[in-house]
């Protein structure tokens, strides 16, 4: 079992810096400081990245280079404190020239079942869900 480490910097007032295992940070804070990432964000984003990173992967090994990806989240919380997420959906969108359904479609389910650790870690609560759009020149 390997261990990461990361730590949070406090700044002022509700303002923090995060930084991961490998030195890079990320300014975090709450909604009214208006200045960082909110937690809560900083969780999707999470997700959608380690998703975007094994999809990234999967389709470069089937010789599949991408020209472009994003993938948005939407995220549904509880209405009261702790406001844990309960479904989480991921839209992701591709473009390239070589892209088929049936590839990105396994790149993706492959990257939300097997490779991704934060979807694996929050499976136990939350449902997540998948699709896919493949972006063709002129869209």
Same mark, same amino acid.
């Given at each position: 079992?390997?261990?990461?480490?990361?730590?949070?910097?406090?700044?002022?007032?509700?303002? +923090?810096?995060?930084?991961?295992?490998?030195?890079?940070?990320?300014?975090?804070?709450?909604?009214?400081?208006?200045?960082?990432?909110? &937690?809560?964000?900083?969780?999707? #984003?999470?997700?959608?990245?380690?998703?975007?990173?094994?999809?990234?992967?999967?389709?470069?090994?089937?010789?599949?280079? #991408?020209?472009?990806?994003?993938? %948005?989240? %939407?995220?549904?919380?509880?209405?009261? &404190? &702790?406001?844990? +997420?309960?479904?989480?959906?991921?839209?992701?969108?591709?473009?390239?020239?070589?892209?088929?359904?049936?590839?990105?479609?396994?790149?993706?389910?492959?990257?939300?079942?097997?490779?991704?650790?934060?979807?694996?870690?929050?499976?136990? %609560?939350?449902? #997540? %869900?998948?699709? +896919?759009?493949?972006?063709?020149?002129?869209?």
């Amino acid at each position: 079992m390997g261990t990461t480490t990361t730590t949070v910097h406090w700044l002022s007032g509700k303002r +923090f810096v995060g930084i991961d295992s490998t030195n890079h940070s990320v300014v975090v804070s709450s909604q009214d400081e208006g200045v960082g990432v909110k &937690p809560s964000d900083l969780l999707l #984003i999470a997700l959608a990245s380690c998703t975007a990173v094994d999809v990234v992967e999967i389709l470069s090994k089937k010789r599949m280079p #991408i020209d472009s990806m994003e993938i %948005t989240t %939407t995220g549904e919380q509880d209405a009261d &404190p &702790p406001w844990t +997420f309960r479904k989480i959906h991921l839209k992701c969108q591709l473009s390239g020239a070589g892209l088929t359904e049936k590839a990105v479609e396994q790149a993706v389910q492959l990257a939300e079942e097997k490779y991704c650790s934060v979807a694996a870690t929050l499976r136990a %609560t939350v449902e #997540i %869900t998948t699709e +896919f759009q493949i972006m063709r020149e002129g869209e």
